[in-house]
């Protein structure tokens, strides 16, 4: 059995720090262990992690934002053994830096160029490289269907087509729209790169990040919004996707489980957790329409349109000792009533305290339990200045008229997100507050 070090005045809780299996980090509902795969695998391993986290923590896996997956409510008793029984699953377990691929990387004929054979000269080349930032991440994206367009990056490359052939724009932190450009790279100069950029921020010191590199290089600017992975994909022939999630990236394990078994019923075999909290399940059209169809009847998240899919949500109270909100049960009810507010320009995050975990980057709105009631910010992170603070009896109502003054005041041609950010915090606090426009 692998031996765990869980020493109380060790466990960090911070923002920046990083979980593992082998390393599990404590949270507010206990020790949190994540598991990271590289390849697809079967409905009935993912079934099996299901009865893992139902036997040794409280019974919730998390899909992180970046299609992870992630046990919850473990104990330093049971970790060590979530630790040996998942690996006796012998599934493709990460290990070391994360290096990232789209979801549809190798299979997707849309794709300008397949990126797993950088993504994967990249982590053998960084198997040596020691002392980088716990949550180092580099993303390759091969520019098929479903693209890693919105996930944070200390090094990206994006395949881009030239009058030469392929080449790899290699961009510095940030998303790929803030992204700071490095270079255009062919392949294995953009590998040699890389690698080399890795040694750089490991000689800086376990705090350094990607984009302490990018001073004064340009912005990228301009980037494909990336397509929301809920759906059914034609990927290539007669291989389907089926992109399906639990509301706000939590179910219970015997919600999965059924899952995972209507799949295995309907003759399919293999599965990727995905970005935005998704599983891909692949296999033929009929078969992604019917588990889709499935899905859907058992409250899954089937389609983009679905308003749940634009809420970012951490697990919140009672499941998160330090939430001072049920962020569940109020992100199911904007959900309900604030639909036309959610239109996927933006992601609402609702966090139960100021560390703002299920959403690191800054939200056109956010909502953040705090001691006293509901802060409300916008353009900003969870911990930035409210523009108002209401009591809970109050938070649905001021979510309300928030999508009132938006509903009005959206002009033409304009988005949710675009007429949140012009009204600025005074009109949206003048609304909260007084309840008109």
Known sequence: MTSLSLDRNTLDMRRGACPALSAPMMTGDGLLARVALTEAITPAQLAELCRLARRHGNGILDISARGNLQVRGLSEASAPILDADVRALNLP?????????????????????????????????AREIAGLAPKMSVVVDGGGQLRLSDLLADIRLVAVSTGQGTGWVLLLGGTETTGRIFNVLRETDAIAATLELLHKLSAMGTTARGRDLATGLPKNGAARPAASPFGNFHVSENLFAAGVGPAFGQASAEDRIALCDEAERLGIRSL?????????????????????????????????????????ACPGSPACNSAAIATHDLAAKAAEDCGDLLDGSFRLHVTGCPKGCAHPEPSALALCGTNDGLSLVTQGKASAEPFASVAFADTNNSLRRLADLVRNERQAGENSAACLARLGPRRLAAAVMSGRP
């Not at 290990?95 to 990249?122: F, H, K, M, R, S």
């Not at 389609?303 to 634009?310: C, G, K, V």
């Open 272 to 312: 990727k957790p995905a970005f935005d909290h998704s599983l891909l399940f692949f296999a033929t059209q009929t078969a992604c329409e019917a588990l889709i169809a499935f899905a859907g009847n058992n409250g899954f998240v089937t389609s983009p349109s679905d308003p749940r899919s634009a809420i970012a």
């Open 93 to 125: 377990l990460r290990d070391g830096l994360a290096v990232e691929t789209p979801p549809l990387a190798g299979i997707d004929e849309t794709e300008i160029a397949d990126p797993n054979p950088i993504a994967e000269a990249i982590r053998q080349g």
